[in-house]
Each structure stands twice: as C-alpha cells, then as structure tokens.
C-alpha cells in the first residue's frame, strides 16, 4: 500500500471510527451472536489475490459487527470502563505508523524518554511519591496489563527476598504469596507462572462488610509460615478489587511488610487514577510510606485505550535483577555507558510499542482538569445510582460505593438462597439481551449481586437513569404475581 | 474528544503518517541525539488544561522526530525487520477505535472468532500441519511477542513434564530447559520467570560452521541430565536464530524429544513466515512430525506492525492447564457452555487487544501471492547482496544465508583478533552515524561480524546497493595507509 493509498484508505477509515462512534447508541450493548455464527460467516480460506480495502471495512460492517460488544456504548456497565478516548486512539495510530520498537533506548530514544516523560507526569497528577519518580531510585514503565504489572512486580520481589538467587535457582525455597479472596486472580496466575504454583499463594481473610484484607490475619498467617520454613516474598494489596471496588488498608498492612522486609505490591488497577482529583488522593493511603510497588491502568478509567497500565517502583534494582539478560546483539554503546534507560529489562517481552504516545496525547488533550473532570463524572453518576437504589424497596446496595461502582441485589420475595441467586441472574441475561444496557455480576458472601460500573467516555446521566428505569422495570414484571 | 472532532484530528494524523511514509528517506535512520536529549525538551510538568491537538502533532515534529529510529526507512537493516504496512496500520486502527476486550469469547465474540480464522489461515498458507488448526486438538493464538510465546510454550511443557504438579506446586522438580548458544536471550527470561533459574538452562553444542544445534550433543546431555535427576521440560529449537538466522534441526531433535516425551517448542521468529513461499517451506521441516508448539512473528517480515507473533500448539490441553483460572466475576453462560474460546487462557494477561484486525487486513489487502512476492523480494536482494560481498576481496560472507539476513566481515589487512574487532565496530559506528542506513552486529566464533536484514516494505535494490557502496566506501577510506 503506497503512502497515497494508506492516505485514501486511512480516511475512509478514520471517517468509519468517527461514524461509529457518532452512532454507537445504535447497536446493541452487548453481542447477541451464538458461538461459531462470526466464524461460519467468514471464508474457511485466505485469499490468493489482494482485495480492495473497501471490501475489508464492508465485510466489518457486514460480518463482524454483529459479533462485537461495544465497550464504548454509554450503556457498558459490565465489568470496568475501558475507555479509548479520541486522543487515545490517534496516540496509537501514530505509534502504528512510526512502527518503532523501543526495546532499547537505541532502537528509538524518544519512545524510551517519552515514556519515562509521561510516566513522571502520571505519578505527579496522581500524588505518587517522588521516589517513584525517574531520577530517584524508582522508575514507571508502561506494561500491557495489571496481569503483567503484577506478575512483573512479584518477580522483583522474589529477587530481594531471596537475595538475588531467584534469576539463577529459582523457586528452590518456600516462597509464599499473600492475597485475599477479593485479589485479582491474575496474582494466582503469577504464582503459577514463576512457579510458585497456586499452594503457595496464601488467602488472608477479609472484613466481611468492607471485604477489606485483614491485616490482623496477614500478622497471624506470616507467623504461622514463617514458623514452618515459608520465605513470604510479596504482599499484594488492592485498591479496587475487580469484584466491588473495596480497598484494602494499604498502611496498615504495609507496616507488617515493612516490619518483616516484605514486598508490598499495590494493584490499584482500576481505582488508582481517580487520586488524579484531590478529594479521591485517600484512595492511595499509605502508598507513599509503604508500597514497593505500585500499578493502576489508564486504560480503564482515564481514557487511554488499551493496553496501557503503568507500573512504578520505588527501587528498580531488583527489577532490572530479575530480569535484565544482555545477549550479545542487543550490546550498544548507550547501553554499556549506563546513561539510559532500556525498558525491556522492566518487563517480560523483548520487543515493545510506542505506547508513552497515547498516554501523552490523551494528557495533553484533556490536561489535568479535564481528567479530574472525567473521573468527576463517573464518580458522581455513580453516586446519583447508588441513591437510587438505595431509596427503592425492592433492592439493596452494597455499601460503600465510593468511586465508580455500584453493587446491589434486587429483593425476590418469597425467594432465598440461589432461587434468589437464579432470579437475579436471570434479570441480568434479559437486561444484558435487550441491548440497552450490559451489566456482569459478582457474588459477595456466596450471592449474586449485579456490578454497574460507570465511566465510560459517552456515558451521560440520561443512560443511567433509563438503565435504572429498565432495571426496575424487568424487576417488577419478573416479581409479578403469576410469572 | 467528540466524533467530529475526531474526525478532523484524525484526518490531520493519517495525512501526517502519509507524509512520513512518502518522505521517510530524509531522515537519518538512526537517531542521532544523545541521552537525555529529548526528555529535556519536554516540558517536566503535564499541561492543567488541554491543548489542540495541533500542539501534538508540532511537537511530534519538533520533539520527538530527532529521536525516533526509523524502523519503516528502508535503509533500516539492524536486528530482523519489523514491518508496518498499510493495511497493517489501519487494522491496528479499527482496533484501537473498536475498543473492545477480548479477554473472553463474550466479551466480543467477533475478536476470539476472528483471531481463530486468522491463525487458522495463516497456518495454512505456511504449511504448518493439520493438528495446529483450531478444529483438532491443536490451535493457534496471537501473543505480544516471540518472548511471550515461548513463555507460555514452557508453561504448557512444564505442565506436561509434571502431569499438572506445575500449576499447583510450581518448580519443585529439578525441570531443566534445553537451548544453544544461539536461542534467543528469551528463553532464558522464560526459564528465570517460570521459577527454573538459569542454572536449569542447558545449552546445547552448536555445528560451528551452520550454528545449529547439534542434536548429538543434545542427546548426550539428557542422558547425563537425567541420570542426575533431572526432569527435561522442554527443547527449544530455532528456524532462524537472531544471530545469524541458523536453522536447528528440527527433525532431528524432534526424533530425540519424541523418544523420551519432552516437549519441543520451535521459535521461528524470523524465518518461519518465510514458509509462505514453497520454494522456503523446507525451513519447517521436521515441525509437522514432531513441534509440540510453534511460533512466528507476522510483525516481523510478514508486513504486520508490532504486536503480533503466532503461537500455535499440537494440543492446546496443557496450555489451558498451565493458565485457566476461572474468578467469579469472568463465569458466563458462554464459557460455561464448553462451546467457545476464551483467549485469556492462552496467555499470560487477561486483557487482550483486537489484534486479529491488523493480520486479517494485511491477508486480504495482500493476498497470499502478494505476501510471497514480498518475502521473495527480501531474499533476492540479500542474495544479490551475499553474491556482492564474496566477490570482494575486502570481505568475507558468512554461509550459509537462504533467507533475508546476510552476516559478513571486513577484512583488515594487518589487524586480527580484538584490534580488528574494534576497527569493525568502528567501521559499523561510522555508517550509522552516516544516516543512510542502519545496521547492528552480532559475534560467531568470537568475532564480531556485521549483520544486514533485508525485508523492509519500502527497502528495494537501490537502498541494497547504496548500503553496500557506502561500505565499500568507508571500509576503503579506514583500511587506506596512514589513516
């Protein structure tokens, strides 16, 4: 394709995004496709001849956007936002077209040094401490996810704890992982990935209301290992879990860490961005005086498409020692002079995108008062929701709901246990098949409750409340007598 | 950023990439700015407000332009080539403004049903065997990066090795892990990941003229291996290493894996899309009898921008053994159901980008006889080039070189071992230095030797014969007496 064709085709292009996202409201939220009707729809050959763009985007419109849950659509509800704002998207386009790999400073030095750039900008708009900053011992990078920011952030920690043996012996002693039911189970998935296997990752019980880790458990489960030979090498904290937004006392459960030299890693996935507003800084309590590492994701809540979740640290030395390799092809003089930062010694894969591009785009569109204003918004549409709720008989919300999530179960009467637990899925599959609305689910002390999680880019207070007003609608006609 | 807006703003990066494209030979290939140079230009604090994009795009100019290594130029010839094209980038666009995650098949079924027709066709169009397609036990999936690949290649090895003991007691058995001194670098991150270390790393002898790995010697270390107790997880064949593009022998070391049950994982990064041409299928010989899996990267010289490499596995059972965690808040009637395929199992993340978008767009902008035609073109002009080097008496070429990368070394009349190195080294800084191309070393047998990748979309014969007149040149003016 010569740079004309890329320059007509690439309109067309850019001209379908903008449609589409012009008449989003117009699909239905979540895919009615039954498995393998995409599949079936498209030929079970590749073609020998080139075919025309146009064919390319007709074939989208025709085959494939039936089978797509538009995650951009004002009614995504279900699980977290994950937002791809226009400076986002056009941030990645151009990382597309340069076409750079920055897997050492070399190989582009503005990849490398606007990503350290953008990375210091983020920990200065979320009140990140300064020696997670660059020029102190610290040091952010972008990974793709909070599963590879966690998985990253643990092999640091099984570095320190076993005192660099771990990149040469690996996991020859009891390394113990600390989680709670409510961790994300990519910290299990690391476990299993640097060998620790899933017996070694201990669950710390949580505040049944708060579903907070309770760091009196964590103090009597070190005690209880450490007493049987374990070498605990990484506490991971969370602040928003996946399932309802709860956040664990960071503070508290670092000072254990900071007692016993443990490493305290903070997976602020999803919540950690809303600290970008002064009023929701309390999320990261503690962090500054405790945490070893840290990771949230732009690519949830503050409008920067996935993948893009930044990890910091306050000591980047056992990262670089669990996992710099220098083979002899990737030896350079800007690398063996020790003045730059090669960021794939930072993370698991070699080879890397420009991805600083998007995040600096989409920082400089909006600037820090549009951010906080975007973050404002789905916090307070939330809060309008959770009100709601809260004043209808026929439901209960789960509290708190500080940030962006609401959980709440819809009351059956004359229902209890999982005939409630199926009634309230099946209000969910009728309202996620009706289209208006997607919503997921979750279960807190062994029920089903419904998630909405609001923050989406186009989500305005009109979609909440014809969400909620459908929501109340299929209750009732479920609930009717005679149903 | 409204869908106008968007629109406009994206017309103005589509018109910037075009021009980029169409102008790419007036910058210097490699940057040319010093450490810190760039990120001094930038201003330390992120902007309160917002700005027009048109800021973006000037200091995109202005900024980071003098920093970017031109990856596109096609007087690029470092490392292996890492294609943009066209197309490419507009499916990577389509992605990116989708937005979607593709974690799970009901996430957006057209992302997991698309991604397994792509890898089922590409499969095809490379001769890979029956059992990697999707509808035998087999399967392919589209991972980050050739490092990611064989990581979770080594995850389904360990799986097997244990008979599942790895997910749930990780790394207590001596597994060792077998390379050459010519695997790439990622395989021991893998082993030091995984929670082997690198002391289970054992490398295998190489022929010392082709740089294969000598399956004698492979055979001879298992026995001593085991006879120590070891437990042999995985072998790692190569289909042209990073190096020099070596090829193991795959049936060979396959006959041995298969004899004793170990796992034979075969990293072709580079070399593998060459299959796409009959005339090149041999470099998979040996990989339909005996590859328990198989990787490639499109996002190298099959004109798919990063990221997007191939990984395919005769049974995927291990692999989804070795990653699926099944969390509460991800259960829906779809997985449930059995009937469909949720991709986070097959990789490390949860989070996963539409990247099928990008392959299945270069597949059919192309067509199979369009891709041919370009890997053909790759390897015609190295060839031209290797034919050059040897009948230059100031030169010697490394054999042999089937494909698109050609080793070589100048000859400096009165200089041997490191002085002469360093005059190569020199010689090599100097060109770089030029603009006009870019090229990066490697050693065999201790020397340093300078490597030329062909395979760049824009790269045609004239960039290959001014590359080679301006070595000439400069190797001239630094052997000339008194110089």
């Not at 390319?56 to 659509?73: E, F, K, N, S, Y």
């Not at 226009?86 to 386009?93: C, E, K, M, R, V």
């Not at 994300?184 to 049944?208: F, M, N, Q, W």
């Not at 309230?424 to 997607?438: D, S, V």
Request: hydrophobic letters at 45%.
């Amino acid at each position: 394709m010569s740079p004309e064709e890329f320059r007509r085709h690439g309109k067309q292009v850019i001209d379908w995004i903008a449609d589409y996202l012009a008449g989003i409201e117009s699909y239905p939220v979540m895919s009615q496709v039954k498995p393998g009707e995409i599949r079936r729809a498209l030929p079970p050959e590749p073609p020998e001849h080139g075919e025309p763009f146009e064919d390319v985007l007709a074939d989208l419109d025709r085959v494939l956007l039936p089978g797509i849950t538009h995650w951009q659509h004002p009614g995504f509800f279900a699980y977290y936002p994950s937002n791809a704002s226009g400076p986002a998207i056009l941030g990645d386009l151009l990382s597309s077209g340069l076409g750079v790999q920055g897997m050492l400073w070399v190989t582009s030095p503005a990849c490398t040094e606007l990503e350290t750039v953008v990375v210091d900008w983020l920990a200065g708009l979320l009140g990140l401490p300064d020696h997670f900053r660059t020029d102190a011992r610290g040091g952010g990078v972008i990974q793709d996810s909070a599963s590879s920011a966690c998985l990253v952030a643990l092999l640091a920690a099984l570095h320190r704890a076993g005192g660099g043996r771990f990149a040469t012996h690996g996991a020859d002693r009891p390394y113990t992982l600390y989680v709670s039911s409510q961790t994300h189970s990519s910290l299990e998935k690391a476990a299993r990935i640097t060998g620790l296997g899933s017996a070694r990752v201990r669950v710390v019980d949580v505040d049944p209301r708060t579903l907070a880790m309770d760091p009196g458990h964590l103090r009597a489960l070190l005690d209880q290992d450490v007493a049987a030979g374990a070498v605990p090498a990484m506490v991971c904290a969370t602040v928003g879990t996946t399932s309802t937004a709860a956040i664990d006392p960071v503070a508290a459960l670092g000072e254990i860490c900071r007692e016993r030299g443990i490493w305290l890693h903070v997976d602020a996935a999803y919540a950690g961005v809303a600290a970008i507003c002064p009023e929701f800084r309390w999320v990261n309590d503690g962090v500054a005086d405790h945490a070893d590492s840290y990771s949230t994701n732009p690519h949830k809540w503050l409008l920067t498409n996935f993948d893009c979740t930044v990890l910091w640290t306050a000591d980047r030395a056992p990262l670089l020692g669990a996992l710099s390799i220098l083979p002899e092809f990737l030896i350079n003089a800007a690398t063996s002079s020790g003045s730059v930062i090669d960021y794939r010694d930072w993370q698991v894969s070699l080879g890397r995108r420009f991805r600083a591009l998007k995040l600096w785009s989409v920082i400089r569109w909006y600037g820090a008062e549009g951010l906080r204003a975007h973050i404002r918004k789905g916090v307070g549409l939330a809060q309008d929701l959770a009100s709601w709720i809260a004043a209808d008989p026929g439901f209960e919300v789960h509290e708190p709901h500080p940030l962006g999530l609401v959980c709440f179960r819809p009351r059956w009467p004359g229902l209890t246990g999982a005939a409630a637990d199926q009634a309230t899925t099946r209000l969910m599959e009728l309202l996620n098949a009706g289209g208006e609305l997607y919503m997921t689910h979750t279960r807190i002390d062994g029920r089903v409750v419904l998630r909405m999680a609001i923050g989406g880019v186009a989500t305005e207070r009109r979609h909440v409340e014809q969400a909620w007003e459908r929501i109340r609608r299929e209750h009732a006609a479920l609930s009717a007598p005679g149903h």
